[in-house]
């Protein structure tokens, strides 16, 4: 049986749609090691921006398209890191606090740059997860509700990284909460 490993990811973007807006940012981590860490900013490849989602994130454009890594070194890189905390026959494992969204920006980054994406053609969504394991409705699965659970109400800080370790430690927790789930196996 293959090992999944569990990688929580979180990117910061110019806007809501990869077709249209650049990835900016990546951070990533292993969820039971949230010490075992990847980040990178990254040079826009395309120069629209949604002011709001620039306001969210504090990342400056101008200081990116400077000290941005391409994209194409970017992916590479963060491919490689998935390769090493997911050595095979593992299988590594994409999680992220609405998935959908971090996924999208990921996986046409990979498939643009890489031709390829280590993650497969699937990740996992903390909202829903959260949703099924609690038997809640989805209005119930904002960050603002989940963190009162687990983060002590803590909010996210926009660091594609120190988002990613926070989602982690909440995933984490939920799956602490499942009594049919043991961490020590």
């Known amino acids: ?20 807006y650049a990835m900016l940012s990546i ?7 949230t010490t075992a860490t990847f980040y990178i900013e990254l040079k826009p490849d395309k120069p629209e921006v949604d002011p709001e989602a620039l306001a969210i ?28 905390v997911s050595p095979a026959p593992a299988k590594p494992l994409f999680v992220a606090f609405n998935a959908p969204f971090d996924w999208m920006f990921v996986n ?18 903390i909202k829903a997860y959260f949703m099924g394991q609690m038997g809640v409705n989805w209005a119930d699965t904002t960050m603002r509700r989940i963190s009162s ?24 927790r939920i799956l602490e909460a499942n009594p049919r789930f043991n961490l020590a196996e």
Not at 27 to 33: M, Q, R, S, Y
């Open 1 to 20: 049986m293959t090992e999944d490993v569990f990688i929580c990811v979180d990117v910061e973007t110019a806007g809501p749609v990869p077709g249209k």
């Open 27 to 33: 951070g990533a981590c292993l969820v039971f090691d």
């Open 57 to 84: 994130s504090g990342l400056d454009m101008d200081a990116l398209q400077q000290n941005g890594v391409e994209p194409a070194e970017a992916m590479r890189a963060f491919a490689d890191w998935v390769k090493v």
């Open 108 to 125: 046409d980054y990979f498939h643009r740059y890489l031709g390829r994406n280590p993650f497969g053609h699937s990740a996992l969504d």
């Open 149 to 172: 659970f687990f983060l002590e109400e803590h909010r996210l800080s926009h660091n594609a990284l120190r988002d990613a370790q926070d989602q982690a430690e909440i995933f984490r």
